[in-house]
């Protein structure tokens, strides 16, 4: 019940922000949800992932350098910092304010509205246990 409650509410949170987007791009506010038939509750992933202790956690990488699927995703880390972005040619972790969502733009956003948007590639660095929970919308 928890699980699902948690995924009915970032779901919510994943509707505002795509209306917010639309609205300032100067579209309808629902185009997005319009286009990729978002009214159904059949566009949402739930993952969780667990990046466990290394003993040289500087040779290892938790996940390699990718974008993501989908629209949107919602990421809730924990206070250990394993995501990183890439900016002008070097990796820099994000370091969200705790109890706070990282909200990355999807590969079908960046294809619906390729004027606007850009995907940044990013990675999973194991330096410490890291909680990480995604929602793919």
Known sequence: ETIQEYCKRVRELANELLKGIMESLGLEESYIQKAMDLETDS??????NLYPPCPQPEVVMGLPPHSDHGLLT???QNDHVGLHVRHDGKWIPVNPPPGSFVVNIGDHMEVILSNHFYLYLHSIYSLNVCVCLYIYI
Request: glycine share 0%.
């Open 43 to 48: 566009h949402q992933l739930l993952v969780v």
């Open 74 to 76: 919602i990421l809730m």
